[in-house]
Nanobody, 123 residues
């Protein structure tokens, strides 16, 4: 029900904007998050945004470089990624938390997941 897009191959220092939207269920009252995963490792929290958009949270590794935002009218969440680094290379997933948990960093709090989009940053 969620579909992420916008990934690609870029060079270090470049920017990308990921989008995640749903054509079915409405997620306007859900907290939304972005996670990423590299082969052989678990999913890593990247960023989250409250259902109303008033609160945002970031992993220390992306703070100051990434910005999460949402447009509830379009049922879409975005992840603007600037100053990309090779270590940002991963498959990025969006997720929705039906119960708006405060433990936004935990993948287990999210009930709906989209298909990932690959981001590759070359040095």
């Amino acid at each position: 029900q969620l579909q992420a897009s916008g990934g690609g191959l870029v060079q270090a220092g470049d920017s990308l904007r990921l989008s995640c939207s749903s054509s079915g269920r409405t997620f306007s009252t859900y907290n939304l998050g972005w996670f990423r995963q590299v082969p052989g490792k678990g999913r890593e929290f990247v960023a989250a945004i409250s259902w109303g958009g008033g609160s945002t949270y970031y992993a220390d590794s992306v703070k100051g470089r990434f910005t999460i935002s949402r447009n509830n009218a379009k049922n879409t969440v975005y992840l603007q990624m600037n100053l990309l680094k090779p270590e940002d290379t991963a498959v990025y997933y969006c997720a929705a938390d039906r119960y708006n948990s405060r433990t936004y960093e935990s993948e287990y709090e999210y009930d709906y997941w989209g298909r990932g989009t690959q981001v590759t940053v070359s040095s």
